[in-house]
């Protein structure tokens, strides 16, 4: 069976990362998403086991105790995410490829652990100013969220460096093509 490769999406939350990765999904490249675990409560229409695994902080902590997580980061204070090692193991299991949807550090951490197995894209939203935009047209966070969120993408800005490719999500469908041609080139190599 083909060995799944990695593919690491990384940004300040607001860049458009959830959209470009549920874009890649519905293309037939062999691509499953990595569920994250995370105990933030669901936002809009998401679902657990789909989404992400919804955990209580305690059931989180269990977890981080038993050694289950590749990695994990308390992103945003008392807010904790993390991937699970079953997650990997369940994707290249199938034959397919796995899409991280992780923060930057998480990012950072898997491609470290990867190297050249994995490719780790980084996107960047047009500015500071539109992520904020973006975030507030997005109706899903409260103003305190909206502005913790912002306040952190500065510094997490600074990681771009670190990654294979940047790509910036100012025009979506250029970001998509983009996004596309880098994976599609990475999973063919
Ligand atoms: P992230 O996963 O990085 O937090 P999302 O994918 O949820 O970001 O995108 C944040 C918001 O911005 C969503 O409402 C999305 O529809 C919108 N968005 C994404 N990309 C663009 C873009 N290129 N131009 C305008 N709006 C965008
Ligand atoms: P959100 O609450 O907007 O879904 O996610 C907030 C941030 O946590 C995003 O940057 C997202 O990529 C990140 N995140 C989601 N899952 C994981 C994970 O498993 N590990 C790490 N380190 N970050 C994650």
């Not at 069976?1 to 607001?14: D, Q, T």
């Not at 990362?17 to 809009?44: M, N, W, Y």
């Not at 050694?67 to 992103?75: H, I, Q, R, T």
């Not at 204070?77 to 034959?95: D, F, K, P």
């Amino acid at each position: 069976m083909k060995k799944g490769k990695l593919i690491i999406f990384s940004a300040p939350s607001g860049s458009g990362k959830t959209t470009i990765v549920k874009h890649l999904l519905s293309q037939d490249l062999g691509l499953e998403f990595s569920i994250s675990a995370t105990c933030r409560a669901p936002r809009g229409e998401e679902q657990h086991g789909k989404d992400y695994y919804f955990l209580s902080l305690d059931e989180f902590k269990e977890k981080v105790k038993n050694d289950e997580f590749l990695e994990w980061e308390e992103v945003y204070a008392g807010c904790c995410y993390g991937t699970l090692r079953s997650e990997v193991e369940r994707i290249t299991n199938q034959g397919k490829h796995v899409v991280f949807d992780v923060d930057v550090v998480g990012g950072s951490n898997i491609k470290k652990l990867y190297g050249a197995e994995a490719l780790a894209l980084f996107i960047q939203p047009p500015s500071v100013k539109e992520l904020r935009n973006r975030l507030i047209g997005r109706s899903t966070d409260a103003p305190d969220v909206i502005e913790k969120r912002v306040a952190k993408a500065e510094e997490e800005l600074t990681y771009a460096s670190k990654f294979d490719t940047i790509i910036v999500n100012d025009i979506l469908d250029d970001a998509f093509v983009a996004a596309e041609n880098a994976v599609k080139q990475f999973i063919n190599s």
